[in-house]
């Protein structure tokens, strides 16, 4: 199916069909006319509507409409706003409303700009030297977030104003100043593009020998990529770019640098899922075991987007010398994730403030073994280690925090706490601690005589402060949550006023085995439409899903990518007052909440359905 976003009247939509020779696209316009943004010939401001986001729209092929004859100088930028919502690779259509020096300077990569609402277009305030040759238009909106030339998003809240300056060539208006890059709205930009993983080699300094083949922990990188345009070899390029600016410095990339794809290369996958990639001849200076790390970085990050499997990644350099093959079975060491754990249970305290854990749907939930399950001390909150040997648990006061086996055949005594807060009130002090793939503990003092965030290395060392230069006076963290690789962490953080956000930061990790030295850096906010977070977890590789409320709003659960953007998953059901929320990683497990009600779970494709109406504190592995 074809389609316009360009509303046309009379001849000057059969003109526009001819020109195109598709003649189904009036037809296709008037069953799509809701789709179809508006566009006005007069007045003093005017909206380049965005578009509904509909299931449909994502199957229309979206053609643009070159610009007409007598046309004013707000039509042509309305008409060249429109042209940049098509699906043409580099823009020829909207080159057209462009003189042909600006059609050569434009830049439109250099990054893209999302309003909340389509950008309004009117003229713009005279200056103080009139134009008598030319026009100024001004183009503005809501900004709520930027795409760099990385394809990285980042919220960013603001106003949003540009001035495109237009001159006359041959009779006909055509503008000759503007900045680089696109505006879109939100939902031409939703439609438009789709979040991709990348993924490099995390830097996990001396921690990396705490685990098997350390170096080799592959972290998402989310970019927003067109979705018709090429995007195998959108996907490949975007990852020879590099990961984005705010993890770089806690990744690394296989790749040499300079690395890029052989000119004129349009990559898909053969009927066997064999994808031969090849690259320049810096990336062809890579020795045979980096090629191999390279391979696997192309083989996921190409696998994130792909509707087929990949089961092979040819690698070849100039002139078409082999490098390295990769198959998915030889690629496994190397697979995003690994370090999540299989969370053969979840976990829970139960009505008689024991941990407690749930083997299958269909069993009732009985205690853990060891110490934690024998109800010694009562308990409020509890975290278990990747591979599900120890626990870490809270007292029900929030005062102490114990970590032992969960082995039953171990010692039955639960022993000091390797942890104490001094707080007078119980939510000031301990959260619920949180363990990352490595094997290490995470957990905050909320003591505001002197607020921490602590980590123990091994589960088991004494607990050593970890710097977060970006919480400012009055700001603690209410809770945490570490992501299995180790070097990304979201925090809830309540500042003075008693908000609270959810933050994103990169755990830095240097020093050596004996002095380690680890801070948290750069927070970023993951939800920053929501006024108040009441829980979040990790639901993937770069997802969280998030409880939370926006101004004068009610509750809502939903999904949000690490870098702040709604997450294209389908939207979750509602359901009231919940205190906290349980997913993992490994995204085949449900979703467990915490309710007034009680602990519920939810079924792919179902609605919510009770688990126990006794128990508190859900938890997954991690």
Not at 63 to 72: A, D, I, L, N, R
Not at 90 to 101: D, G, M
Not at 185 to 193: L, T, V
Not at 282 to 289: H, I, L, M, Q, T
Request: aromatic share 4%.
């Amino acid at each position: 199916m074809t389609g316009s976003r360009r509303s046309m009247r009379g001849d000057r939509a059969l003109r526009a069909a001819h020109r195109l020779r598709v003649p189904v696209v009036l037809a296709a316009c008037a069953a799509l006319l809701a789709g179809c943004a508006s566009m006005p010939d007069d007045g003093s401001v005017d909206q380049v509507t965005s578009s509904r986001r509909a299931e449909a729209d994502s199957q229309v092929r979206v053609y643009s409409v070159s610009p007409q004859k007598g046309e004013t100088p707000t039509q042509i930028v309305r008409g060249f706003l429109e042209a940049t919502t098509s699906d043409e690779a580099t823009f020829p259509t909207a080159r057209e409303y462009l003189t042909r020096k600006m059609a050569r300077l434009w830049d439109p990569f250099q990054s893209t700009t999302v309003l909340s609402d389509g950008p309004s277009v009117r003229k713009a305030p005279p200056r103080r030297v009139a134009d008598v040759e030319g026009y100024s238009v001004e183009v503005s909106g809501r900004r709520m977030a930027e795409v760099d030339s990385k394809h990285a998003y980042s919220p960013s809240k603001g106003e949003y104003s540009e001035v495109f300056h237009l001159t006359k060539v041959r009779g006909e208006w055509r503008i000759d100043q503007m900045p680089d890059g696109l505006v879109l709205g939100e939902s031409d930009f939703q439609r438009i593009y789709r979040p991709v993983n990348t993924y490099y080699y995390a830097k996990l300094g001396p921690d990396a020998d705490s685990i098997t083949d350390g170096q080799n922990v592959l972290v998402a990188d989310p970019v927003y990529l067109r979705r018709r345009i090429d995007p195998v070899t959108e996907t490949v390029s975007a990852l020879l770019q590099g990961p984005s600016g705010w993890l770089d410095p806690v990744v690394t990339s296989s790749f040499p640098h300079g690395t890029r794809l052989a000119p004129r290369q349009r990559l898909s996958l053969d009927d066997s899922g064999v994808l031969r990639v090849k690259l320049n001849a810096r990336g062809a200076r890579a020795k045979p075991r980096q090629c191999v790390l390279m391979a696997a970085q192309i083989l996921y990050a190409v696998q994130d987007q792909a509707s087929a499997k990949v089961s092979k990644v040819e690698l070849a350099g100039p002139r078409n010398r082999e490098m390295c093959t990769q198959t998915r079975e030889q690629a496994t060491p190397y697979q995003p994730g690994r370090l999540n754990g299989s969370a053969k249970r979840a976990y829970f305290i139960d009505e008689q403030h024991r941990v407690a854990a749930f083997q299958r749907k269909d069993e009732d939930p009985q205690p853990v073994g060891g110490p934690l399950g024998g109800g010694q001390v009562e308990m409020g909150a509890v975290a278990v280690n990747r591979i599900e040997s120890e626990g870490a648990a809270v007292s029900r006061g929030r005062r102490a925090l114990y970590v032992t086996s969960l082995d039953g055949g171990t010692s039955t005594a639960l022993g000091a706490p390797v942890l104490t807060s001094r707080a007078k009130n119980e939510n000031d002090r301990l959260t619920a601690p949180s363990w990352d793939g490595l094997g290490d503990l995470w957990v905050a003092d909320r003591d505001p005589a002197a607020p921490r965030l602590l980590r123990l290395r091994g589960g088991k060392d004494k607990p050593d402060e970890v710097r977060v230069p970006d919480l400012g006076k009055g700001e603690r963290i209410e809770s945490l949550r570490i992501a299995s690789d180790g070097v990304r962490i979201a925090l809830r953080v309540r500042d003075a006023h008693g908000r609270v956000s959810l933050q994103l930061g990169r755990v830095v990790r240097a020093g050596t085995v004996k002095k380690p030295k680890v801070t948290v850096e750069q927070l970023r906010p993951v939800a920053p439409q929501l006024e108040h977070v009441a829980a979040a977890s990790w639901a993937g590789g770069s997802r969280l899903v998030v409880v939370g409320r926006e101004s004068g709003s009610v509750q809502q659960l939903q999904y949000m990518e690490t870098d702040g953007s709604v997450s294209d998953q389908p939207t979750l059901p509602g359901i009231n007052d919940v205190t906290g929320v349980a997913a993992s990683e490994d995204e085949s497990k449900p979703l467990l909440a915490d309710s007034k009600d009680g602990i519920v779970r939810l079924p792919p494709d179902a609605n919510w359905k009770m688990l126990t109406e006794t128990g508190s504190a859900p938890a997954y592995p991690g």
